[in-house]
């Protein structure tokens, strides 16, 4: 079995280098450091991390509890957390929104040991809250922020839905339907709240039959309702998601149905995904830098390891901006 005195002999430096390399790579210079990666490659050395976690009492193992995979968000910022995470010498464990509670996955997380801890699958009440930010495990949460409490970063949703829903009205459209996710958490909830003032302000309150709250873990009710509203005798001539994954769906289902976008009816979501600029879609759409959201909340969970600053508290909230594409245009009577 290789060893770390096997290492540090091929990369030319002390076993202490290789350790400060293993747990803490930026106290040692990029050269001697690059030698001992390479030694650390060529001879395939595993380092024993129960053992080094044991002495250390850090794992440089981090956790990312995401939503589903199903929205373009949450596989955006994943990429994001991995790479920083790995630049600063931390490993990422994903687990992922399935059929286990939160409660089972955190409790599986806590088993593991884990430094630090990314959470994008919360309600505003969800009774395993409590446990999480009393763990003394640090944490943030990321798009999504407790009813009260916690370490968090999110846009401001509520001026997302602002924004999305007066450019919608500013283009002359009166039937506006809207899909939302689940209220239960605090980023739908905001971008409704967001949505229902504007449209307030403007005198076109939202009908009953045209607000829709779908599962986004799923997105299995889309089709339907879609339909169902499209078969009215005046359909919505726009359609407001408080997702793109929602809206991308809903598009899907719209010209399946041989309708026009933007010509028939306009689609817009909320997120600004890396797949909402994609040409296919060009998406009009609200958002910030989906990467910067994901590296902030790592580059703060880091600080906290680090500093051991678990009861300071970091609440962020980044203005996003209205993104216009090609999904949206003026009707028409």
């Not at 955006?76 to 509670?101: C, H, P, Q, V, W």
């Not at 829903?165 to 009166?174: C, D, I, K, P, Q």
């Not at 039959?209 to 889309?222: F, Q, R």
């Not at 906290?304 to 009707?331: C, F, S």
């Amino acid at each position: 079995m290789v060893s770390s005195k096997d290492v540090a002999r091929a990369a030319g430096v002390s076993q202490a280098t290789v350790s400060r390399v293993l747990n803490n790579p930026e106290s040692v210079r990029p050269v001697k450091r690059n030698k001992v990666l390479e030694a650390i490659q060529q001879l395939n050395y595993e380092p024993n991390l129960i053992a080094r976690s044991l002495v250390t009492n850090n794992t440089r193992t981090i956790a990312f509890i995401s939503g589903s995979m199903r929205n373009n968000f949450f596989i955006d910022t994943m990429d994001s957390i991995i790479n920083l995470a790995k630049d600063r010498g931390y490993r990422t464990m994903i687990f992922f929104d399935g059929n286990e509670s939160l409660k089972d996955i955190w409790s599986t997380v806590k088993g593991h040991m884990v430094d630090g801890v990314i959470l994008s699958l919360v309600s505003m009440d969800d009774p395993v809250l409590e446990d999480i930010m009393n763990s003394g495990i640090p944490h943030m949460f990321l798009s999504r922020r407790p009813r009260f409490g916690g370490n968090y970063i999110e846009i401001d949703n509520r001026l997302a839905g602002e924004l999305i829903a007066s450019h919608v009205v500013e283009l002359g459209h009166r039937r506006i339907a809207l899909l939302s996710g689940e209220l239960q958490y605090s980023t739908f909830l905001g971008r409704k709240e967001g949505i229902d003032k504007v449209m307030a302000e403007a005198g076109l309150p939202l009908e009953a039959g045209l607000v829709h709250y779908i599962n986004t873990a799923t997105l299995s009710e889309i089709e339907k309702v879609v339909w169902k509203m499209m078969q009215f005798n005046e359909p919505p001539t726009a359609i407001i998601c408080t997702s793109d994954a929602m809206a991308i769906a809903c598009m899907d289902v719209l010209l399946g149905m041989g309708l026009s976008i933007p010509g028939d009816v306009s689609i817009s979501g909320i997120d600004d995904s890396k797949l909402a600029a994609h040409q296919s879609f060009q998406l009009t759409t609200v958002g910030h830098k989906i990467f910067e959201i994901g590296e902030i909340a790592v580059e703060n969970l880091l600080e906290m390891i680090g500093h051991k600053e678990i009861d300071k508290k970091r609440q962020i909230v980044l203005r996003p901006e209205l993104m216009i594409r090609r999904t949206t245009a003026r009707h028409v009577e």
